[in-house]
């Protein structure tokens, strides 16, 4: 009997696209022998250094960008990384489904999870946290891309594959080795057409 293969999938809870991405490992976990070890990452980190941060032209959003993904970095601190995993489910269809950017202590509950974990988004507590956990990812594939970043046991580090909507059964399967494939050409760089609206289902 193979054993499963895990994957490691950095996201920022904010992103739509990476949020759409993650319900396709969801599937792919279904349906391949696949384990995801849920890792956050940080845009804000990622655009710091800029004059102008693209997620966020014109700076309205300020800290509450962070705010997500440090409650990410508590619960993974605190509870760990299948916790996490619960967490961001719920978190997605909080912020993505339903529009609830507010509604971090609700996803909290629906994950199982004590309320007082919310409070993370408010402090800079586990800014160096999410900050180490940002940089072991980008340093898989550099600092020219974003959320998410796959990287896959004996291939390697990934951006993406942003996909809207979400594939499911076999067809997330098939991109699943398809993804697989392409990690493990070392020379290949990248493969890209325009996006589209982000699409939930």
């Not at 993974?76 to 997605?92: Q, V």
């Not at 994950?111 to 919310?118: D, S, T, V």
């Not at 980008?138 to 580090?157: D, K, M």
């Not at 993406?160 to 499911?168: D, E, I, N, R, T």
Request: contains cysteine; charged residues 25%; hydrophobic residues 40%.
């Amino acid at each position: 009997m193979s054993r499963a293969q895990y994957v490691d999938f950095w996201f920022d809870p904010v992103c739509p696209y990476t949020w759409l991405t993650s319900r396709w490992i969801r599937e792919v976990e279904r349906v391949r022998d696949v384990t995801v070890r849920w890792r956050v990452m940080s845009l804000s980190v990622l655009n710091e250094h800029l004059d102008v941060d693209p997620e966020d032209p014109e700076g309205q959003w300020g800290d509450s960008m962070r705010g997500p993904g440090r409650v990410c970095a508590a619960v993974t601190g605190r509870y760990g990384n299948e916790a996490l995993g619960r967490y961001f489910d719920a978190l997605g269809v909080r912020l993505h489904e339903r529009g609830e950017w507010d509604g971090a202590e609700r996803a909290l509950a629906d994950a199982g999870l004590p309320a007082e974990l919310a409070a993370a988004a408010r402090t800079d507590a586990y800014d160096d946290a999410v900050r180490a956990s940002h940089e072991q990812g980008i340093a898989l594939v550099g600092p020219e891309v974003g959320t998410p970043v796959l990287s896959v046991p004996g291939a390697g580090g990934l951006f993406g594959p942003v996909v809207s909507p979400a594939p499911k059964g076999e067809a997330a399967g098939r991109l699943w080795d398809g993804v697989v494939l392409m990690a493990g050409v070392q020379d290949f760089c990248e493969l890209k057409r325009a996006y589209g609206e982000a699409d939930f289902g």
